[in-house]
DNA sequence: CATCGTATGGTACATTGTACTAGTCAAGCG
DNA sequence: CGCTTGACTAGTACAATGTACCATACGATG
């Protein structure tokens, strides 16, 4: 029997599996990066309530109860199916960047433009740890603000602006997205003496977000830049 | 019987109550109110997943269906809970202020530790529609901008860069807040060669939370200040 | 051949939100 | 006074869900 409750690793077997002769047709056998991806697939077509360990395997074409031989809980499989989905590649050109301002830009729109692809994702972020794709991405951020010339002393509290202000921004886009009668509802809660000011703006019907969003961090890197 | 799934408000009664003649002693009544007062006890004690309805009523001695007079789901309860957390009073002096800064470093510090104070609200937010103290802030925070010099067609992308900046600050901390160990765990995946900026720099071991806060805020409010 | 690790999956259970339904009580009206 | 109505409370029941427990199969190894 498989190691009940093992410390940090899953019970899945750490060693490579020994080619069980290829099976001819049919289903593929199992395994993590089978049931992520199919569990991104159900995420992206039904949303967060939408995944049930149920559907899952249906669409596997397996048993609900094998899924836990690969993975740990429900928990594991939104953890793992957030991560594999913040892979980034990195900036268009292959040589140095000569702009820091517009790597860095470009990281950050592409993270939030692979959240957006998948709506879900935003709500998952706040709760879990970092994978290593967000490992990645922050590396990249402290290596190219380092070389960029900000001080030891301010660069990770230019991270974490950086990075508070993506999260945001993708959670909020993300869940105004979900629920226009929500939107029509605050709207209408507007209507009165004591919302003037957002109101006259119409902050709440600006739908140009991915515009604010790039002049929101600009004005953020500007804040941010050495002098 | 109570009008089915009425359109915008609950099916709980508009008009006042006519007073039931005040009981003398024992459980005071069902209400909104108490079932939202409680409702926030249950998630201070318990968290997001310790609300349940079951719970919810017995602590209110009352049955299971009598909610559902008052609130329409346990969606409902989320919002109502999650905007009575929110409330703000203004900033300490009463006379207008001469530092408009000040105001807006106080209010959103203030915010971030309303909602830090019941963390489960952190994890509510992205995902629901804007109450009324949740838009009084944003309508402080628009007249105060706007009586500062921030020009108007800068002033959606100011308030938003703001919101962004401290949903995802408070969000993330919150989210720390709960697991030690998903931290200790994704400080583990750094040891090696693939992130040694961030190991160096100890980006994730660095725990003044609330310093990293005002200085992020303060870079952000340094780059959307009028020129 | 026996044993063991890998892997699959059926059954069963506790827990959840909430629909349905029946009830209580007070006010208003004939 | 009796009857109706509407505000409110609550028990029962159900469907959906995550997953513990158990039985099983199969290839490799002794």
Redesign the interface.
């Known amino acids: 029997m498989a190691a009940k409750r093992s410390g940090?690793p899953s019970k899945r077997s750490l060693r490579t599996r020994p080619q069980p002769v290829l099976e001819p047709t049919g289903e593929p056998p199992l395994s993590r990066e089978r049931i992520v991806a199919t569990a991104v697939e159900l995420l992206d077509a039904q949303g967060l309530d939408g995944l049930t360990m149920r559907g899952l395997a249906e669409r596997l074409g397996s048993g609900v109860m094998s899924l836990y031989w690969h993975v740990d809980n429900k928990e594991d499989v939104f953890d793992l199916a957030l991560d594999s989905v913040l892979e980034y590649r990195g900036p268009p050109q292959m040589a140095e960047s000569q702009d820091w301002r517009a790597d860095i830009v470009h990281m950050l729109e592409d993270w939030r433009a692979s959240m957006l692809r998948h709506s879900w994702s935003?709500?998952l972020?706040?709760?879990?740890?970092?994978g290593?794709n967000i490992?990645?991405r922050?590396?990249l951020l402290?290596?190219t603000l380092?070389k960029a010339g900000v001080a030891?002393t301010?660069?990770?509290?230019?991270?974490?602006?950086l990075?508070?202000?993506?999260?945001?921004?993708t959670?909020?886009r993300?869940?105004f997205d979900?629920?226009d009668d929500?939107?029509a509802?605050?709207q209408q809660?507007?209507t009165g003496e004591?919302?003037?000011?957002?109101e006259r703006?119409?902050?709440?019907l600006?739908n140009d977000w991915d515009g604010?969003f790039r002049?929101?961090l600009?004005?953020?890197?500007?804040?941010?830049a050495p002098r």
């Open positions: 940090a935003a709500s972020l706040p709760r879990r740890a970092l290593s490992l990645s922050l590396e402290s290596k380092s030891d301010d660069l990770n509290v230019a991270i974490w602006s990075w508070n202000y993506v999260m945001g921004a959670i909020t993300a869940s979900l629920s929500d939107m509802a605050a809660r507007l004591r919302y003037t000011t957002i703006s119409r902050l709440l600006d604010a002049k929101g600009d004005f953020l890197l500007d804040g941010l």
